[in-house]
């Protein structure tokens, strides 16, 4: 891609109509609060210009966001109370949250808000901790950090969406700075550092915006900068417990910047990640953002562990997942190579039962006599005949007499595995091939095909018409010796005639030995 220098991106967004801009009240409070003595007078007047502004100032102040004895009644009062910065901390959250969501319709707008209050949230338990650190501030800053990502949605939406899509489909973890860097030409920290300086936001903020993601690069000698860059910085690890896919990494590495930025101990570390949720809950309803309870820490973390849990099979039960999975994939290998072989020749399907053909019934059974020596495994053939066929074309006719062949079919199909093989012999003869499969269950096969064709009723749309069916049942196994297909073949029609001659209606089953048995 064509390289774009950072002062040509910056210009873009900068002169941007997109570009988000902060309400009236909200840049001319900021102007008053930079000089070095102002008025509470004017900043009373300023805030009651807008009335719903000083409705959710005044319902924040009397919230336990502050914990107040005594009412507050008026901007007037709250100002003399609370003091400037927590009343400008307030303005600038409320102006922030009422920022209209732009024209990037792929852009998660609401999930981008839901996080910039949980880091509000997150950045005034920190606070809480703390000695001689403005909670107030930290609150605005926190939710402000990451306003360089609202910026790029706002006016760079088509390069940002491709950004996001690269990093959707990338394999690899690249670090987002970077990422954005090579794709945008700027940071989202340096975007959301030029856009806030163009607002007025004083210098504390200006600072946690820029750095909060790297704290080492910030070269002042101011501690009260560093150090709230540190906890800006923290609560981004904090936000990632609640929204990334992998929480107990952003725990873990949260655990130990905390004890190594700020000096935190355990107990203390252990009571922000407790009281942060209910902070993020309270403070979603002080400024009447619409969001899901917010799941503990300690949850948030159960879940995952299990889900790791379910992850690290041991390698017996990961091995005994693989051979099932690879007897499944050669069955289905198997499956899927012979129905697409229907599919390509249409010379293999029998026209009138949609079933295979004689000529297909021959070419698989030859693929799956060998699949039987190679895997040492058991098949069987059911070769069956409708009884006295001949009689219900002379009584109905040969159109009734295709509907039962057909009909017959069905019922047959939805007896026997998907992988097994029905195919039409020839007349009103049928074979089935029964891969893998031993005396016993063929016998067991043929006998519930036999038994829910004499049960059917058969219609032709004028009479009800039952029939019967006779079949022949023959089985080999590699280890009984060579297994050839003409000799099996022969042997399933023996069993077939036996059936017919010995009364119909039954399954006959001829074993190695050319002993016949009778199942009806």
């Known amino acids: 891609m064509t390289t774009t220098t950072a002062p040509n991106i910056l210009h873009t967004i900068l002169s941007s109509r997109d570009l988000p801009t902060l309400p009236i009240v909200a840049s001319k409070l900021l102007t008053l609060t930079a000089q070095e003595e102002t008025p509470l007078a004017e900043i009373t007047a300023l805030i009651t210009q807008d009335m719903a502004l000083t409705a959710k100032i005044l319902r924040v102040a009397n919230s336990s966001f502050y914990s107040f004895s005594k009412e507050i009644s008026s901007i007037q009062h709250a100002v003399s109370i609370l003091g400037t910065n927590p009343v400008r901390s307030l303005v600038l959250s409320f102006s922030f949250l009422s920022l209209k969501d732009g024209k990037n319709t792929n852009f998660d707008y609401s999930g981008f808000w839901e996080r910039s209050l949980a880091g509000a949230a997150a950045a005034k338990v920190i606070a809480a901790q703390l000695p001689d650190i403005d909670s107030d501030d930290l609150f605005t800053i926190g939710l402000l950090q990451n306003i360089g990502h609202l910026v790029f949605a706002c006016t760079l939406p088509d390069a940002y969406e491709k950004m996001q899509s690269n990093a959707s489909a990338s394999i690899e973890v690249v670090d987002e700075e970077i990422m954005e860097e090579a794709q945008l030409g700027i940071t989202h920290c340096a975007a959301g550092f030029e856009v806030a300086r163009r607002w007025g936001l004083p210098d504390l903020y200006l600072h946690a915006i820029r750095y909060h993601h790297n704290p080492t690069l910030y070269e002042g000698d101011n501690q009260q ?56 809950d309270a403070s979603a309803e002080y400024f009447g953002l619409n969001i899901p309870p917010t799941k503990s820490v300690a949850d948030i973390l159960q879940e995952a562990n299990a889900r790791l849990n379910q992850l690290n099979l041991s390698y017996e039960e990961l091995n005994r997942e693989l051979i099932k999975s690879k007897r499944e994939l050669e069955l289905l290998t198997a499956e899927l190579k012979h129905k697409n072989g229907l599919l390509r020749n249409l010379a293999n399907v029998d026209h009138l039962t949609e079933i295979a053909n004689h000529r297909c019934f021959q070419t698989i059974l ?155």
């Open 225 to 280: 900068v560093a150090q709230t860059i540190k906890i800006v910085f923290l609560t981004d690890l904090i936000v990632s417990i609640f929204y990334s896919t992998t929480p107990e990494i952003a725990h873990k590495r949260f655990r130990k910047e905390a004890k190594e930025l700020l000096g935190l101990d355990v107990l203390t570390i252990n009571t922000v990640l407790k009281q942060v949720a209910d902070q993020i």
């Open 366 to 520: 030859d693929q799956e006599l060998n699949r039987s020596t190679r895997n040492e495994g058991a098949i069987s053939l059911l070769m069956m005949d409708i009884d006295r066929f001949k009689k219900v074309n002379d009584t109905w006719g040969h159109l009734t007499g295709d509907q039962i062949l057909k009909e017959l079919c069905s019922i047959t199909k939805k007896i026997i595995r998907d992988y097994d093989l029905l195919a039409r012999y020839g007349g009103e003869e049928f074979i089935a091939i029964l891969p893998a499969t031993a005396p016993e269950e063929a016998v067991i096969i043929a006998e519930k095909i036999r038994e829910n064709i004499e049960n059917h009723v058969f219609n032709d749309g004028t009479v009800d018409i039952r029939i019967t069916v006779s079949i022949g049942v023959v089985s080999a196994h590699p280890a009984e010796g060579e297994i050839k297909k003409q000799t099996l073949i022969s042997y399933a029609d023996k069993a077939l005639y036996q059936a017919k001659r010995t009364g119909r209606n039954r399954v006959i089953h001829y074993n190695r030995h050319g002993i016949l048995s009778s199942y009806n």
